[in-house]
């Protein structure tokens, strides 16, 4: 049963333009988010993260909002570049989990020039 | 910048062979790991380690077995290579108690079996 889930398989914006990711997750346990950025024959890229006792974090053009309540996050990019096109994967941990990373099935994001 | 290293980056191997992937850290890092991942799929955790001579099963069941008797070092091994065996394995690695932490990731071996 997935714990991670990313609807959205492909996003395509506009240069310039607000990239918007979202996750949402069903083990209310997460107490860590992070998002993951990869490129084709690489390994996952660490972007950003997020403790469950912020609703908001931000580093340069990437912000990542946490809302508990209705367990979902999202991943702001603004503005899009050409080279943020990649798949982009969800992750979350618990302490009670030993910190393992259980991931999203990812959302392929495609900014247009 | 995350030194992370994991050979080879693409083996084909024919049924029953056996194979060890290879993975490599450099930070010092307490905690390592094993995903598989198919295309368009997530990151399945098979394998992890706490230090050395620990080891640990991931949520996903595999074949693999791993080793730890050396900090930087976290190899796989596949005894009897199978064509389900097919997929991509990244490794990664994190720092241990006090987290939580980010992990970060090999650049991955994709291993197709024929």
């Known amino acids: 049963d997935q714990q991670v889930k990313q609807n959205s398989p492909s996003l395509s914006v506009q240069e310039g333009r607000i990239s918007i990711l979202n996750c949402d997750y069903t083990n209310s346990m997460f107490d860590y988010f992070l998002w993951y950025k990869k490129y084709p024959a690489e390994g996952p890229t660490f972007l950003i993260s997020?403790?469950?006792?912020?609703d908001k974090n931000e580093d340069g053009r990437f912000t990542v909002f946490l809302n508990k309540s209705a367990k979902h996050l999202s991943l702001h990019i603004v503005p899009s570049q050409p080279g943020d096109s990649a798949v982009y994967f969800c992750a979350a941990s618990s302490q009670t989990g030993a910190n393992n990373l259980f991931f999203g099935t990812g959302t392929r994001l495609t900014v247009i020039p | 910048e995350a030194d992370i290293y994991q050979t080879p980056r693409y083996l084909v191997i024919g049924t029953g062979k056996k194979i060890t992937l290879e993975c490599s850290q450099t930070?010092?890092?307490?905690?390592m790991y094993w995903y598989q991942q198919d295309p368009g799929m997530e990151l399945h955790l098979i394998h992890y380690?706490?230090?050395?001579?620990?080891?640990e099963k991931g949520d996903l069941s595999s074949e693999s077995t791993v080793s730890r008797i050396r900090t930087e070092h976290f190899p796989l091994t596949l005894e009897s290579a199978r064509p389900s065996h097919t997929s991509q394995y990244l490794c990664?690695?994190?720092?241990?108690?006090?987290?939580?932490?980010?992990?970060?990731f090999g650049p991955g071996t994709r291993l197709t079996v024929t």
């Open positions: 997020i403790s469950s006792i912020k």
């Open positions: 380690s706490y230090g050395v001579n620990s080891t």
């Open positions: 990664a690695s994190s720092k241990g108690s006090g987290g939580p932490y980010e992990q970060y």
């Open positions: 930070m010092g890092h307490d905690k």
